[in-house]
């Protein structure tokens, strides 16, 4: 199994700033995914991040408010930019790892606070 | 309509009892299904893939009715230790879709 760490734990932010969250794997990685999970709510995909090309936002996630690095198969980091309180929750990122759907190992997630 | 759907909760149950958790989904295309365990503040953890033919390890069942769209868990002799939220996950064009979640409380 893919073993992941993220970067911060938690933050706690002003509204206006951004926070990049970093992603760590300890094994190289063709897909990784960058999740969101409000308070109370399910996780909700925000984009696809693929080594060597652009991102894959979904319905609602836009890249000037996620951006999205990806420079290497064992890294990738997602930037919450012009934070406002209604972005507080908690970033998972998320790998596939084995080439298989059910191989899907999620990092510790980051749990943001916007003040 | 939500792309999955599960039970509302919270369940409470004391230990040893027998709790069933139900899930729908609305894209006949979905072509894997899942449940995943989340602990309080922790991240999603695979607890089992679930099967038409339905599949069952230790005192968890799993099971997949297709023509229905309807997958379960059962939990059987449930432990305290079994208190968690439980996510229905599907598949659909290679990504992952979560419920919202079913969370169990299983008291002594």
């Known amino acids: 199994s893919a073993v992941i760490s993220q970067k911060p734990s938690r933050d706690i932010c002003q509204r206006g700033t951004s926070l990049t969250i970093q992603c760590q794997v300890d094994?190289?990685?063709?897909?990784m995914f960058w999740y969101r999970q409000q308070p109370g709510q399910s996780l909700t995909l925000i984009a696809t991040?693929?080594?060597?090309?652009?991102?894959?936002?979904e319905s609602g996630f836009v890249i000037d408010k996620f951006p999205i690095s990806r420079p290497n198969l064992t890294f990738s980091t997602l930037t919450v930019s012009n934070m406002s309180p209604e972005d507080s929750s908690i970033y998972l990122c998320?790998?596939?790892?084995?080439?298989?759907?059910?191989?899907?190992?999620f990092g510790p997630g980051t749990r943001l606070t916007v003040l | 309509r939500k792309e999955v759907e599960q039970d509302p909760g919270p369940f409470n149950v004391p230990e040893g009892a027998t709790v069933a958790f139900n899930c729908t989904y609305s894209?006949?295309?979905?072509?894997?299904f899942f449940w995943y365990r989340q602990d309080c503040r922790k991240e999603p953890k695979l607890l089992m893939s679930v099967y038409s033919s339905g599949n069952e390890d230790g005192r968890f069942t799993a099971q997949l009715n297709r023509a229905s769209q309807y997958i379960s868990l059962l939990i059987r002799d449930s432990k305290l230790s079994d208190s968690a939220t439980y996510l229905c996950v599907v598949t659909q064009g290679g990504k992952l879709i979560f419920g919202q979640g079913t969370e169990l409380s299983v008291k002594p």
């Open positions: 894209n006949s295309a979905s072509q894997s």
């Open positions: 094994s190289q990685v063709t897909m």
């Open positions: 991040a693929n080594q060597g090309s652009e991102a894959t936002y």
């Open positions: 998320s790998v596939l790892s084995g080439g298989a759907i059910d191989t899907q190992y």
